[in-house]
């Protein structure tokens, strides 16, 4: 049932990594101890985050949801043991930024109590639409670290043909083998989960794709798929190559196919999913238990007993630490993730979250490697290495140089942040800290774009509604005068008399006359004149009164 | 039956709307300035009228009939000249600090509600219609359509409207530049 790797096609670049993933390996997958408090990030997803359904001080069951998710692209979560919510607040959570988002704190009782569950016995007597809502539900996401919700990823849409479904467990990055082990110790509920994947996108054409550094986990799924006599599933043992586990390289050297550059997997009828999700969608269907827990990878050379625990979403990362005989004297850093694609956490006290699938923790002697950053040499080391077939010192150096056109011009969003460049650069660049940053940068850039749209809509708006607000008080005030003046001139008509503000007028002025006439038309200011001052107005007195007899 | 009746009464009405926002269109159209449009695009949209300007648009205006320089806009700051200049192929040229500095981060208004008299006047001033409130009623910012232009502050009476820099959440966090940067050789 196993295929050749030799028929497999490969993909441009990559890199022979050291696996150091036997650390890891020797004990099988073990149970993390119920935490005293869980920490249950309300977004731990691509998407929005849903709407809160509990209160502070309420009794929880394991498995109850926390929130509900009214739009299409959500994950909902779910308390992962039973207890008291003694708090929901901004709690710091596993991100590069080291940020704080909203959480549910729970004070866990320790009888981790399930809720009420259903079960479905033959999934098959249930379409696909219902089939999605219930993984949905489930709060199930990509577990193999993007946490992507994986209803969506189930429905490519109605003129979608999907052909080929691959089973991604390449786990190609070193150090982390939760998948291995799942694989190796769960394959029936992979199988299971596969079969249900299989059903909903309505294909018959299921590949397993691992490398070829697992043969344990071969083995095991291969023996499932005989017992399931599941002849719809083939497992493809590939060449260990780092990034094999990246979605288009995987992709690529399983059908040979390329993805369209801007486009989905979907587009040209593939759909990739990763293998620990399967075992998720199993334990959501068969037994109507959403995800509450995952398995993660604690290892690394600053760790004293690595293995992979069975953990409860939400935990405390030091307590797995702990569990895990905590730190050795030369642990200098916690990644989350593997040491090519995570990014260090600046504190153990994160819960574990639905991507998180590897806590390594890092040695001195691991970092020695970060020697001073020169100037790039245009060697072409990286551009050889590259799995997206890009250029990454021209990306450096338009990243570096803020030219966001430019570097979206040679590609920069189809860099997979895989981190083949960076490590064999031999002038040390951090080369994809300048594509992450750029990244974000051009994100923001959008985001303000979008806003300042926003805001001249409003304030255009806003414009038009004082304008119209004017015009009409102005047509108000001109309806107002009219209607007066007719008033006026009907009155008018009716008392047969002169227009009274004309007599108001003539009124008034009759009475400045008669004033001046009281006042005997002396001027006020004609006290101590001098002898020609009173002659001239004896003279101008004169022509006065001879003008007016005239 | 009926339904053919309703069917035909509704297209019918469409048909009738169809045609009269047709001819509103036609007949309403603004033409607008596309050099006008293509600078008012690049500006923020703050609407504070730092450049000495009743707003974006007006100095979008300015700039396209050669009566305004391009380094005017503060909250634009450096982004704005730079996208400017490339649009207009000139020489960018550093902010004219007449007009006010730039921003370190994006600050929005707050109210302090317990001091609030709900005398409309930030309302009035505020270009975007961002401030809810009635009068006599308590007043409140809303956060996402505030643009930070500070143009509520000077009116308000009893001096309760406060800038606060904006949260920065997991949304707008950016990965920072690494720290040594070396210029990356002339290609
Ligand atoms: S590997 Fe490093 S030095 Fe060589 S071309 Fe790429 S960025 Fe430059
Ligand atoms: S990190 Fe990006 S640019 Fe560098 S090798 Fe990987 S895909 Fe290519
Ligand atoms: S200074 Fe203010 S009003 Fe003028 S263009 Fe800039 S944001 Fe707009």
New binding site residues.
Partial sequence: MTEQSNRLSTFH?GLKLDGHKTMSLTSPIGKAVIPAKVIIPLHQHIGDTGELLVKEGDKVLKGQPLTLSSSYVSAPVHASTSGTIVKITDHKIPHPSGLSAPCVIIETDGKDEWTEVSPVEDFRQLDATELRNRIRHAGIVGLGGAAFPTAVKLNPGPDQKIDTVIFNGAECEPYITCDDMLMRERADDVISGIQISLYALNTNNGIIAIENNKPEAIGALNQAIKKSNATNIKVISMPTLY?TGGEKQLIKVITGKEVPGNGLPADIGIIVQNVGTMAAIHQAIHFGKPLISRIVTITGKGIKKPQNLETLIGTPMADLIAQCGGYKDDAEHLVMGGPMMGFTLTTDQLPVIKGCNCLLVETSELQKKSRPTMPCIRCGE?VR????S?L?QQ?YWYASSKNFDKVQDYHLF?????????QVCPSQIP??QY?RFAKTEIWNLERERQKSDHARMRHDFRQARLDKEKQEREERLRKKKEMLAKKQQQENAESGEEDPKKAAIEAALARVKAKKEQAGLTPKNTDNLTAGQQKLIEEADKRRNQSKAE | MSILTAVITLGLIAGIFGLLLGYASIRFHVEGDPVVDKIDALLPQTQCGQCSFAGCRPYAEAIANGEAPINQCPPGGETTILALADLLGVEAIPLNAEHGEEKPVATVAIIDEQVCIGCTLCIQACPVDAILGAAKQMHTVIEDECTGCELCIPPCPVDCIEMIPLKETLETWKWPLPEHTHTAPKI
Wanted: hydrophobic share 35%.
């Fill in positions: 670049g990034p990286c290495v590259c799995p997206a890009l990454p990306l189809d860099c997979i942040e895989c981190g083949c460049c960076a080369l994809v594509y």
